[in-house]
């Protein structure tokens, strides 16, 4: 079972952007959420959780800017990146809490002027 990341692409500094992530109900119904990015040249990091008891939270690179939801209905988590800088340039993945599944593809997410 991998996770799909979706919704990356080419953003001006100071735009938005939101990420989707799908599972499978067995997964998503079992799981707190989270979400991973990582930068060329860069070890993976973490920018979100969503745990099963529903807080969230964020490092400080990106506390303030990005919000993290999911969508029971849709088994789908969400990754609302606003403000977003050159820094935030990066691969963005989603996992379990705490990760358990291969890692997915990913999703590219480049903030560009």
């Known amino acids: 079972v991998q996770l799909q990341a979706s919704g990356g692409g080419l953003v001006q500094p100071g735009g938005s952007l939101r990420l989707s992530c799908a599972a499978s109900?067995?997964?998503?119904?079992?799981?707190?959420m989270t979400w991973f990015r990582q930068a060329p040249g860069k070890q993976r990091e973490l920018v979100a959780i969503?745990?099963?008891?529903?807080?969230?939270n964020f490092p400080d690179s990106v506390k303030g800017r990005f919000t993290i939801s999911r969508d029971n209905a849709k088994n789908t988590v969400f990754l609302h990146m606003n403000s977003l800088k050159p820094e935030d340039t990066a691969v963005y993945y989603c996992?379990?809490?705490?990760?358990?599944?291969?890692w997915g593809p990913g999703t590219l997410v480049t903030v560009s002027s």
């Open positions: 969503f745990s099963s008891s529903g807080s969230t």
């Open positions: 109900g067995s997964i998503f119904n079992n799981s707190g």
């Open positions: 996992n379990t809490l705490p990760p358990s599944l291969p």
